[in-house]
Each structure stands twice: as C-alpha cells, then as structure tokens.
Nanobody, 121 residues
Framework: QVQVAESGGGLVQPGGSLRLSCGAS???????MGWYRQSPGKERELVAD???????RYAESVKGRFTISRDNAKNTVYLQMNSLKTEDTAVYYC????????????????WGQGTQVTVSS
C-alpha cells in the first residue's frame, strides 16, 4: 500500500509564493511524481510532474513561475510556486505513479488528499 501526503497550501496574495511538499511511502518503485489541481466546476489538470530520471513537464499556464523538484532518496516532490495569480486558486493534489508487479508489470496512480491554495487580495 502506497501512502501519499501533501502539505504547504494556504492563503496568499497575488504575486506571493508558496511551496508545496509531498511525500510517498510504501514503495521503492516510484516512477513519476507530480502535481495536479482542481477548481470548482473544472476537471483536474496537470500542473507539473517529474520522472525518476529527471524529465519534467509543466502546464503552459505555470511555466516560468512554478518549479518542480524531487528528492528520490526521500520519495519527496516539491512545487515552488512564485508570482501566484488568482487563477492558481485550486485544490492541489500530489500524484504518485508506481511500478508494481501483479500479473504483469503495471503502473498505478496514487493520490494525496489535496491541499488548498487560495490566491486572493
């Protein structure tokens, strides 16, 4: 069983910064760790993710403002969010993809409970 827990959300003014943290436990075969977000009435969307080897992708809306980083030894991923906008307001979820062997090798997704980020003046 893989457990995922994120933290670091809060209330911040436009232009401010927050740093989200996410740790995963229960697996030594994590392939990708990343961040998704969801606002009321919208579908969950990718913010950023990173593979074990260091390949990174960002949503176009956050490029240049957000930075994702990983500590593979600690199974931890971070999201540094700078120059925050009101449009960034959402619940942010940590996503962990794990390679598991059942009948065959399979990638499975695990999710944290979410942390609220509110950007408001």
């Amino acid at each position: 069983q893989v457990q995922v827990a994120e933290s670091g959300g809060g209330l911040v003014q436009p232009g401010g910064s927050l740093r989200l943290s996410c740790g995963a436990s229960g697996s030594s075969s994590i392939t990708t760790m990343g961040w998704y977000r969801q606002s009321p009435g919208k579908e969950r969307e990718l913010v950023a993710d990173a593979t074990h080897s260091g390949s990174i992708r960002y949503a176009e809306s956050v490029k240049g403002r957000f930075t994702i980083s990983r500590d593979n030894a600690k199974n931890t991923v971070y999201l540094q969010m700078n120059s925050l906008k009101t449009e960034d307001t959402a619940v942010y979820y940590c996503n962990v993809r794990v390679l598991e062997f059942r009948a065959t090798w399979t990638s499975s997704d695990y999710w944290g409970q979410g942390t609220q980020v509110t950007v408001s003046s």
